[in-house]
């Protein structure tokens, strides 16, 4: 039972540290954009109050901006929320289609053996070998090769 609940705890944690983060964004946001409707002009002034009071106090801002219905912090967690979600629930179908068969490979790919590799990929008979040789090399390439070797024996 307990490495179960080790296990729980290894798998889930990802998620619950992305859904904190988040939310604890959002209520930051919240209070930017709360900040701002209260300054207005003076924002810049007030903004870096604003944030260190919102940085220290997540708990107690993210209640009261809760506590308020403020739609920013409603709408931005529910959003974190569902992405975390489909985050979570991407990720485990990913994981399921990674795992490996008896083969230990994925999917339907197996290893072949060397046989196999030599017949499939390597196997060509002369008589194929000679056509595909000399349908690549165009006739007038072999002449001139050919007049060369025989002006260089010719020269020597």
Do not use: C
């Amino acid at each position: 039972m307990k490495d179960r609940s080790i296990a729980v705890i290894k798998a889930s944690w990802p998620y619950l540290l992305t859904l904190i983060i988040g939310l604890y964004l959002a209520e930051i946001l919240a209070g930017a954009i709360m900040a701002l409707s209260r300054y207005k002009l003076t924002f810049a002034d007030h903004m870096p109050t604003v944030l260190k009071q919102l940085a220290l106090h997540p708990w107690h801002y993210y209640n009261l901006y809760l506590g308020q219905k403020n739609p920013v912090l409603i709408i931005v967690s529910v959003a974190v929320i569902l992405y975390t979600i489909y985050f979570a629930l991407k990720r485990n179908s990913k994981h399921k289609a990674w795992e490996t068969a008896d083969t230990e490979t994925h999917g339907s790919a197996t290893w072949g053996d060397l046989k196999e590799l030599s017949d499939h990929y390597f196997s060509i008979n002369t008589k194929d070998l000679t056509t595909a040789f000399n349908k690549s090399i165009a006739t007038e390439i072999l002449e001139a090769l050919t007049q060369q070797k025989v002006q260089s024996k010719t020269n020597k």
